[in-house]
Structure formats: C-alpha cells, structure tokens
C-alpha cells in the first residue's frame, strides 16, 4: 500500500510540474493595470496558499500585510533585483486550483520579461518552484485523508471478521447444544418406554 500511494505521488507531481505554467499578463494589481506573473496551484487549498505565500514574502524581510490582496513593502529578492521592490499579490480561489498573481514593483516599473530578463526568470522560477510545492502539499494533504479512510476501513474489516468468528463459534456451540439436547430426548424416550 504505501509503495503504491508513493508512486501515486510520485505520478501527481510529475503530472502537476508538466502542467504548472507561469504566464505574464497585464492585469490590475497595486496602484492600477501592471505587468504580473500569474500561476494556477492545482488542488490547493486558497487559505493553505495564502499562509505559505505570507511565509515566503516575509522570508524576504518584507512588512506584510493583507490577505487574499496582499502587499510586501521593501522586499529583497537579490535574483530579481540588487533593490529592495514592492510585491502586490492576487490569490483566488478557482474551484480546482487557486491562481496566485503577482506584480514586482522595481521602484518605477514592473518587471516584466522584456525589460528585466533575467530578474525576469528567476521570479518566473520562484513562481513555479512555489506552485509545485503547494501542489505537492495538497496531494500530501489528500493522500494522508486517504490513508485515514483505509485505516478506519480496516478497522472496520477487522471488526467484521472478529464477529464473523465469534458467530461461526457460537453456530458450533448451538449445533452441539442440539445435538445434546436431541440425545437427551432420544435417552428420555428410552426411558419412558422401560417405565411402561
């Protein structure tokens, strides 16, 4: 069983990495419509993702505030930028994934892909990288609901075998008390019949 749910893992974030993208979009985050790098966290919980993404943007050292609208003042990510920037940050909850959007605030422009490529990349990368654990953690999540289910279903197995051999025992039991109790009429009509 376990090797099994390992290879299922195994399989569903193989199959969540293929299908996580990051794509750039100029959409309206922070102060009106700028460039941002969207992605879909496949099977992911909104809250779940709104707690690890707070994490990561205090990780830079950033002031965080907000929640599904949330704002990292003076973050410091050197792979983007050699400056601190500020981070607006989107997350949805889409029914089967949540999309997290994010615009990086270089102190007078986005980032975006033409302008800033490499810094470009490494948001790109950090985008993805986030995805996929929180895609990761979802299937942890729903594996672990699962092996709850399977215990108390063998548990359950358990406990109907256990009655299943208690009822056969007690079947026995009633046979051999039949048994008795039709030896015992057949010695009680022998001896009615003697004392005729």
Do not use: C, P
């Not at 997290?100 to 790109?124: I, M, Q, R, T």
């Not at 986030?130 to 406990?159: P, R, W, Y």
């Not at 039991?173 to 022998?190: C, F, Q, S, V």
Request: glycine content about 6%; hydrophobic content about 35%.
């Amino acid at each position: 069983k376990n090797i099994l749910a390992l290879f299922l893992v195994s399989l569903s974030i193989i199959a969540f990495g293929q299908k996580t993208k990051v794509k750039e979009s100029i959409i309206k985050i922070g102060e009106g419509k700028n460039n941002a790098l969207i992605v879909n966290i496949n099977g992911a919980d909104e809250d779940d993702v709104i707690k690890a993404w707070k994490d990561k943007m205090k990780s830079t050292g950033a002031k965080v505030s907000g929640k599904k609208s949330m704002f990292a003042d003076d973050a410091t990510i050197t792979s983007i930028s050699s400056n601190t920037m500020d981070i607006y940050s989107e997350i949805s909850d889409k029914g089967e994934y949540v999309e997290l959007a994010v615009g990086f605030d270089l102190g007078g422009a986005y980032l975006n892909s033409k302008e800033h490529a490499s810094g470009y990349k490494a948001a790109e990368k950090m985008l993805y990288d986030f995805a996929v654990g929180q895609a990761k953690e979802a299937i942890n999540k729903e594996i672990s609901a699962q092996e709850g289910l399977i215990k108390d279903l063998e548990k359950d197995q358990s406990k109907l075998e256990k009655d299943n051999e208690k009822l056969a025992s007690d079947i026995e039991d009633y046979k051999k008390r039949i048994e008795d109790a039709e030896k015992d009429i057949e010695n009680n009509k022998t001896e009615i019949e003697n004392k005729i």
